[in-house]
């Protein structure tokens, strides 16, 4: 073993576990490139300022669980504890604002946070996210939704549940911030938390503590302060989410941990997770572009988490599909069959066939294990007196049954099996 190990908090992906991971992505991934979503990919690291200034100066994210560091030049860099921001940055900078809108884009990558490890929260995690920059359309907010919940559906995940809330928009906002605050000064807090109530007081909602939660009876909710745009959007995007089959339980706490949402908000949760039950979540950041020294911008997007949904997969007893290993492995007995084994197994490869090799001189009861450990379903056999005749044997290993093809066709001959 290694004098070394993975820093505390993360986890390596080695298969046969990291197929699943592969597979969580792939389907993440797939109905948002049928959906006209274009890939953007940013660096792991952006300046400070631009998490400091997006995603709250208020939120834990920021103030407790950022990885900073100060290069040699003196710049001020953090690791990036969520997509967003960057890819918003990404953007503006390649000035896709001022080409056709809405710019669709879609994303996956790691993200780091300093926390405290614990099963399914992690100081290095995966996701994959989408963004819609420069639309205010209910029917965006809704295909957004739609695309994640059919992925989980996809996946074979049957108790995934849908939370809907919106957080209203600039007009209505400041007048339930107010009722908020006074609300909430009256409570018995500790000091952060007071803190928290001038900063950003729907923070305070989202408390998982018992000792807070207690207290929140009766505090004003947004739902109540809507202004007459803010109702009629959201009633559409619950009723495009209607008729699209997609179910989701209104829940007017629902405030997600970043300072940029406006309007729809909503999030993923799996009952089989314990404490950290949300595999996804979003809404909609109408203010976020000028938030960072943009234009007006107003965008929807989401991040689904794909360490939390392989949890979600185990806790339901779901393998989600993976792509078959080897189709052909290949067994060669003696020096000159193994060069014209190893030639077919090139040109099987190089023809489409998922094809594996007995490397390293193993005799024919071991080549023959690895071949049914493989999962590959034929096997190619080739001796000395095979090659002499210009014959492989070509053996079902589901079967048993076993037969010589001419060397020179064994393409076509393979091709023809896997039908």
């Not at 001189?361 to 023959?368: D, L, V």
Request: net charge negative; aromatic share 8%; hydrophobic share 40%.
């Amino acid at each position: 073993m290694s004098t070394f190990s993975a820093p505390k908090g993360t986890y390596d992906l080695i298969p046969p576990e990291s197929a699943q991971f592969l597979a969580v992505r792939e389907a993440f991934s797939a109905p948002l490139r049928r959906a006209g979503y274009g890939y953007v990919e940013t660096p792991g690291f952006e300046q400070t300022g631009l998490f400091s200034r997006g995603v709250g100066e208020s939120t834990d994210i920021v103030t407790k669980e950022m990885y900073t560091l100060t290069t040699r030049g003196g710049d001020e860099l953090a690791l990036r504890p969520e997509g967003t921001a960057s890819v918003l940055r990404a953007a503006l900078q390649a000035g896709l604002h001022r080409g056709a809108l809405p710019a669709k884009l879609w994303y996956s990558g790691s993200y780091y946070r300093y926390e405290r490890p614990q099963a399914g929260r992690y100081r290095h995690f995966s996701q994959v996210g989408a963004e819609v920059l420069g639309a205010e359309d209910p029917a965006l907010d809704a295909e957004l939704i739609i695309l994640a919940a059919d992925a989980f559906r996809a996946l074979g995940l049957r108790q995934v549940r849908l939370l809907l809330n919106s957080l209203g928009d600039k007009e209505c906002r400041p007048a339930y911030r107010a009722a908020l605050q006074d609300f909430l000064r009256a409570l018995d807090l500790d000091e952060d938390t007071r803190r928290r109530i001038e900063i950003n007081p729907l923070r305070v909602l989202d408390d998982k503590r018992e000792s807070v939660q207690q207290q929140l009876t009766g505090a004003p909710m947004m739902r109540d302060h809507l202004c007459e745009g803010c109702k009629a959007y959201h009633e559409q995007v619950r009723e495009l989410l209607t008729a699209a089959g997609v179910a989701f339980e209104d829940d007017p706490r629902l405030v997600r941990g970043l300072d940029y949402y406006t309007r729809t908000t909503f999030e993923f949760v799996h009952d089989g997770l314990g404490s950290q039950s949300a595999v996804g979540g979003g809404g909609r950041y109408d203010g976020l572009s000028e938030m960072i020294g943009g234009p007006e911008l107003p965008s929807v997007g989401w991040a689904l988490g794909v360490d939390r949904t392989v949890l979600a997969l185990r806790a339901e007893d779901v393998a989600p599909e993976t792509p078959a290993g080897a189709q052909v492995f290949a067994v060669p007995l003696g020096e000159d069959a193994r060069r014209a084994l190893f030639a077919a197994v090139i040109e099987l490869r190089r023809e489409g066939v998922a094809a594996d090799f007995a490397y390293g001189g193993k005799g024919m009861k071991n080549a023959m294990k690895s071949a049914n450990r493989s999962g590959a379903r034929f096997a190619l056999v080739l001796g000395d007196r095979d090659l002499a005749e210009g014959v492989v044997q070509l053996k079902d290993l589901e079967s048993g049954e076993q037969s010589p093809v001419p060397l020179e066709r064994v393409v076509a001959a393979v091709r023809a099996k896997l039908g």
